[in-house]
Every structure is written in C-alpha cells, then in structure tokens.
C-alpha cells in the first residue's frame, strides 16, 4: 500500500518531486563516482508482476512461455548496458501488517466476483482495467529469475525494509519499484517501475529531498509524516481524526482542497512539533487512539534502517532488528539453519516459513466462489499440504502438540470461498504413510548416496498417495509426464466433479505444448471464455506449487526448475482444449493429429484411470451444456453430436496399462471437498523438465534431483 495519499500527492501536487532520469546516465555517473564498483539496481519484484506480465491473454490461468520471454527482455535490457539486478521477494508477513494483508486479500475477493460476473455474462475476458495477474505468478516469478542466474532474496521480515537496508549497505545505484515506502527510507535514490521505458531505460526519480523542501520538513521527519498519513503499519481509521484536525487549521475555507492537501496539512502539523520524544508523545495523545504499545513509536522504527536513529524516538534508540537476528539464530538447529539459507536464496518454497513460525499464507485464486461444484483450490490442496507439514515437523523436538489432535499444527492463511481471514485455519500436520515410518530431515535433507534419493523420491510421492506407484511412474519417459500424471490423479481424486473431458483437456495441452515456442502460442485465438475453464486452469496452476512444496520439504528428489508451469501449462491452450473437450471433438483433433501425442495421451490416460479405479473413483463423461450447445468449437470438423459417440470409443477406452493398483487400499476416503481435519487425501506428484526439443531427458531411474534442487 504504501503512505496513503502520498503518491497521488506528488503526482498532482508536488511534480517537483518527480524528477525524468536516464538510467544509462545514472550507471556512468556511479561508475566514474564508485571507481571498480558496477552499478546494481535492487529490484521489488512483488511491485514489478503486473509491468512484467505482459502477454495480452491473463484470465485463462497463465501465458507462462510468453511471461518468461517477457522477463528474459526486462533482465536482457539492464545486461545491455552492465547493470546489475538484484530481485528481492515477499518472504514473510508480518503479524504488524496482517490486518491489512487480510484487507487486500478481501478486496480482491470482490474484485475476482466481478471478473467472474462480466465473463459469465460476456463470454470473453475483460478489459485491462480489471486485470489481475495469474494465479501463482509471485511463485513461479522468482524460480524463473532464479533459472536466468540471477541474484534472487527472500526476506526474513518485511521486503521494502531489506530492499531499503540492501541498496544503501551495499551502495547500489537505485531501488526500482511502485511504493512511496521507498521514498521515506533514508537510502538509495527510489525509480518507479509503472514509469519505466524498458527500450530507453528511463523513468521517474522520486526526489526525498524535492519532496522535504517542498513540504518545509527534514528528512528525519519523513517516517512521522508516513505514519499519520496511514501506512501498513498505522491503520487509517488510527490518524483519520487528527488529519481532519490538521486540515481544518491549514485550509479552514476551502473544504474542495482538503483531499489535495492532506499532505501539505499533515506535514505543516509535523513541522510545529518539538522534534523530541516528549513531540512524538503529544502527537500520539492528539491521536486518541486506544493501544497497548505505542502506534506511531513502531511505525516509525519500521522506517529505521540498521544504525540509523530518530530524533523522534527515545534518546540513543537505534533498529534492533539485526542484533535481534543474531540472537534469534544462537539457538537455531543445522536443519532450520540450512532452511534459512534456502529461504533467503529463493531455492526452497514455504519449508522455512512452516519449521520457523509454522505459519504460511496463500494469496487471492482467480476461482469462482459461485460454483458450487468445484472447490477452493486451498481445500483441494489442504491434504496433501497436510502430509508436506507432517514431514516437516514430525522429527521438530520444538513442536508444539495442539491439545485437540495431540500433533503439531500450522497456522493457515488461506484464501478460499467462505473464508472471512479473521483468524488462521489450524491445521493438523499428518505424516504420509510409509514403510519405515517419516524420515528425518537430516536424512533427507544432509545426506547422500541412491537409497537417499530413492527414499527422496518415494517420500515426495507418499506426499499425494502415489508411494506405491513409484515403478509406474518412473517408467514414463520424460519427468513432466510423471508430473502431469500425479498432478491429474490428486485432483480427480480430490475433486468429485471432474470429469472425462476435464482430464482429456488438461493432458492434452500439458502434451501439446511441448513442441510449441512462445510466438506460437501468442497466436492462439480462444473462441469464448468459459468460467469454469478459468477456475479448473488455476486449480492446475496452484497444484504446481504444492509440487514445489513437496520437493522442497523431500531434499529436492526433482531439480525445481523441472517443476515449472512453463513446462506443462499454458492458459490458452488448455482453453482452447477445454472447448474442443466438451465439444465432443475427436482423440485425433484433440491432439492435432499428431500420432506420437496421441500413443502418449493413451498410456497417460490409462495409467490414470487404472490407479483411479483402483480407489473407487470412475472418471465418467459430462460434457458442459453451455459449451457443447453453445459455442463453436476449434478445428476442422465444427461441433455435432455424432463426434461423442466417436470421442466414447476412443478416448474412454483406451488399452489397459500394467499396474498392481487394482484393489489398493489407502488411507484416502471419497474423493470430494477435502475435510480440514481428516481430509481424504488423493495422490499425486510432479515431476522434472519438459524438453520441447527432439532430446529425451533422463531416465526416471536416475533420480535426476540433487541436493540443492538446481544443480
């Protein structure tokens, strides 16, 4: 969020403060001013998603081939003229800021139901003014750059905070991103990435001081002005009264100025206090405001970088935060330790956030909470998250029993429908079923050789109820098979409602997509925008990261840039399947006539229903009547009922593929909406890299996995 009302204010009021910068000039300038030391832009990259997300198409799951050629054109721009990027990424939310992440999540909650609305009504995607970025594009955004060999951090507590210490401890040319936050840290020159000309390289500069000059205040005085005009510190409704006191002694006759001149207001307020702690005290009674601790004392220390003091604040009181760090990490395990690292460097997904806090969080799904039938991503998940916390925390001495189950739980904060967030979901942490038993994180995670990594391996898979399919898994020829299987087996079993047609459009496109380079894929003309199609693509997008998690929580049995969604997924093209799916159209059209395609979805189909009927659950055919009725289907054949008859034969009765599944009874009940508590758990896994050229990638049996999960 920001400083409420500062970024409008510089806009419309203040355009000194907005200062054009060419960042080429600003690189030799550094150069000739830091002799031996090359320019470094440090990067908020949760600020940059939606300037990177540029592929037209974003409603139908993800144009993932088309945004990884978008960040590799950002990250090619800088290299072009030697600046180097460091990307830094949400790591943590903090507890001082929940209430307004709960905030935002709510609004957007509202801002998906329109989206919903207009495409059930419309039939096509909406306008760019009511984007919103795919679901899971955060995740995946920082394992992409992370691909690319750049230079990727996770924070430990907020991440404008390290951006901010970052870039003035290391002396770096700039922060680039779209917060007014940046402009209250005393630190690097802050640039506006909304603002930015990728193929000239210039933008707008914030000026600190432009904006202290214009405002008759100094620098130290900027975090105070911040706090009392609302940030995600101090809540608005805090300061609301003592802005309108402000107000009304700045511009008594002139109540149409009052929204444009708050800031001026405030700051003229600040600037007739003592700059004192007895000052801060007088300003937080004019407050009234009824709090345990001081309001504006913890804002302001969120402003003060390591070394740093405030007039403001009790004499000689300088950030605590880094030698609470180092005291923190005194007692802190070799596992926790080497989580950490993994954590910082982005290599490791959610593992640290559960072993430190057990607390995790997972944002906004482009779903719709008015279909009854297809549930929350979040429930659908919650299993098998649950076996991922099992493993995590089984062998943790610290854990702490919740009373009701007797085993660790963690704090979820997730998204879905009916969920109001005002408080997390605990959920208990239940270890998958294995032979020996869970295995410790300092055997999966510290130690070597092949019954490790097998054991990687089948733990990965217990994860989703597939430990005892391993064989028929490796078997496959490429790791994204395997992958696209686990994935496709979980959620039919999870979820009761998919059908036949859904399976058939998910497999295909996950095939189809191989051999086709990002131009190609841009040209797919989607017909219609089906609503449900919208909600099932990003129930398979989310499922990706959940794969992460596992891989993660196993000591990385699959290398993580094998578990991408640019590998299996692409938005349009699965929409595309989808319609032709529940046309009717036939095996052949499905897979573009393509007979290596078409052998492969054979065997994926059948190794699919087999280990499905194996427990209990008969993939039947239901066909979506507005889309069979209403819409053209892609492809040469137009729509009609007799291409059913045909799609029966040949998809729903696929040859029979070899397994020892038959009769298999797990621990996993019904498939269907997952119980918090005791959900039934379905399997699947995820797999390695999806080679789009003619090469085989190795051999299952290879375990291509390491330690590091990039190597």
Not at 43 to 50: F, G, I, K, N, T
Not at 237 to 255: F, H, M, T
Request: hydrophobic share 35%.
């Amino acid at each position: 969020m920001g400083v409420k009302g500062l970024q409008r204010f510089m806009d419309h009021a203040c355009p000194l403060t907005s200062v054009q910068v060419d960042l080429k000039e600003m690189a030799e300038q550094h150069r000739r001013s830091h002799p031996g030391h090359s320019p470094v832009v440090v990067v908020d990259a949760m600020a940059c998603l939606r300037y990177w997300y540029t592929p037209e198409a974003w409603v139908h799951g993800g144009q993932w081939c088309e945004y990884l050629q978008s960040l590799k054109t950002f990250v090619g721009a800088f290299s072009a003229v030697d600046i180097g990027l460091v990307f830094f990424f949400d790591g943590v939310i903090e507890q001082k800021k929940r209430d307004e992440w709960v905030k935002r999540r709510l609004r957007n909650n509202r801002e998906i139901a329109k989206i919903f609305q207009y495409i059930k009504t419309k039939a096509c995607q909406p306008g760019r003014d009511m984007f919103f970025i795919p679901s899971g594009l955060a995740t995946f955004t920082r394992f992409a750059l992370k691909s690319m060999g750049l230079d990727i951090r996770c924070s430990l507590q907020e991440a404008d905070y390290e951006v901010a210490n970052y870039a003035r401890l290391n002396g770096c040319l700039a922060i680039l991103g779209q917060d007014t936050d940046y402009l209250i840290y005393d630190t690097v020159p802050y640039l506006s990435v909304s603002k930015l000309r990728l193929d000239r390289l210039a933008t707008i500069m914030y000026s600190r001081e432009n904006l202290c000059r214009s405002l008759s205040l100094q620098m130290m005085d900027l975090p105070l002005l911040a706090c009392l005009l609302g940030n995600d510190v101090v809540p608005e409704n805090a300061v609301e009264g003592l802005k309108l006191q402000c107000l009304a002694g700045y511009s008594p006759n002139d109540p149409r100025a009052r929204q444009k001149e708050v800031v001026a207001a405030v700051s003229h307020y600040i600037s007739g206090m003592a700059r004192s702690h007895d000052g801060l005290r007088e300003v937080e009674r004019n407050l009234r405001h009824n709090s345990v601790e001081s309001l504006l004392e913890v804002g302001l220390r969120s402003y003060m970088l390591p070394g740093q003091y405030s007039p403001w604040l009790p004499h000689n009181e300088t950030s605590p935060v880094t030698g609470q760090r180092e005291k923190a990490m005194c007692p802190e395990s070799k596992i926790l330790q080497v989580a950490r690292e993994q954590h910082i460097k982005a290599e490791s997904y959610t593992v640290y956030n559960v072993l430190n806090a057990g607390e995790v969080e997972c944002s906004n799904t482009l779903e719709d909470e008015l279909d009854a039938e297809l549930p929350g991503q979040a429930i659908v998940y919650r299993p098998a998250r649950q076996s991922i916390y099992g493993i995590l925390l089984a062998a943790e001495p610290n854990a702490q029993p919740d009373a009701t189950s007797l085993c660790p739980t963690v704090k979820e904060w997730f998204v879905y429908p009916g969920n109001t967030l005002q408080q997390p979901d605990l959920v208990p942490a239940l270890p998958p079923e294995l032979p020996g038993g869970t295995p410790d994180l300092q055997t999966l995670w510290l130690t070597e050789g092949l019954e490790v990594k097998k054991l990687r391996y089948c733990t990965f898979l217990a994860c989703f109820g597939l430990q005892d399919f391993s064989q028929e898994l490796l078997c496959l020829e490429l790791p994204t098979a395997a992958a696209v299987c686990c994935l496709l087996i979980y959620v039919t079993l999870q979820v009761s409602v998919i059908c036949l047609e859904d399976l058939d459009a998910y497999l295909a496109q996950a095939l189809c997509i191989r051999d086709k380079p990002a131009d190609h894929l841009t040209q797919i003309q989607v017909p219609r925008v089906d609503s449900r199609a919208v909600h099932l693509a990003s129930l398979f997008v989310r499922g990706l990261s959940v794969l992460l998690s596992a891989n993660s929580a196993c000591g990385f049995p699959f290398k993580m840039v094998d578990l991408m969604p640019w590998e299996v997924f692409d938005g349009k093209l699965f929409h595309t399947k989808y319609l032709q799916s529940h046309s009717g159209c036939t095996m052949e059209d499905l897979l573009e006539n393509n007979d290596v395609l078409i052998q492969e979805f054979q065997k994926l189909k059948s190794l699919i229903n087999t280990i499905c009927a194996g427990k209990k659950r008969m993939i039947q055919s239901r066909p979506r009547p507005c889309v069979t009725e209403n819409c053209e289907r892609p492809g040469p054949h137009g729509r009609g009922s007799h291409h059913m008859l045909q799609r029966e034969q040949r998809l729903h009765n696929s040859p029979p593929y070899p397994t020892h599944c038959q009769g298999y009874q797990g621990r996993y009940r019904q498939p269907g909406p997952a119980n918090p508590a005791q959900a039934g758990r379905g399997p699947h896994s995820r797999p390695g890299p999806h080679n789009r050229r003619p090469q085989l990638a190795p051999r299952w049996s290879e375990f291509p996995g390491s330690h590091s999960g990039w190597n």
